[in-house]
C-alpha cells in the first residue's frame, strides 16, 4: 500500500456536497447520523477503491495488519472556536 506523503486535510460537510479529485474522481457526501456517513465515489474503473475493514480482513498477517494507516477521529472543536448559530449572539 502506497501512502500520498502529503498532509491530512479535516473538512466539514454538508450533505450533498462533494469532493472532486483531479477530474475524474467524485465523492459526494450523502448525510449520516453521529457515528455513520454514507458516501458516493464515482471513479473510473481502473482506480482501486477498497474499504478499510475489507483490507484488514484480506490480511492474515497480523504484522502486516499493523503496518495498516490508522485514523482517528479528531475530539470536538472548543466552544470558543466554533461559529455561532444564526441568531446567537458572539461571545468573546
Not at 464515482?42 to 480482513?57: F, G, K, Q, T, Y
Not at 494507516?69 to 458572539?90: D, F, I, L, N, V
Request: proline letters at 9%; charged letters at 30%; a positive charge.
Amino acid at each position: 500500500m502506497k501512502n500520498g506523503g502529503g498532509r491530512m486535510l479535516r473538512l466539514t460537510v454538508s450533505p450533498e456536497e462533494y469532493l472532486l479529485i483531479n477530474d475524474n474522481i467524485k465523492i459526494v457526501f450523502l448525510g449520516g447520523s453521529r457515528n455513520n456517513m454514507r458516501i458516493m465515489v464515482d471513479a473510473p474503473r481502473e482506480v482501486n477503491i477498497v474499504r478499510s475493514a475489507a483490507l484488514e480482513n484480506r490480511m492474515p498477517n497480523e504484522e502486516e495488519r499493523a503496518g495498516l494507516p490508522k485514523y482517528y477521529a479528531a475530539p470536538e472543536t472548543p466552544e470558543r472556536y466554533r461559529r455561532p448559530k444564526s441568531g446567537q449572539p458572539q461571545t468573546r
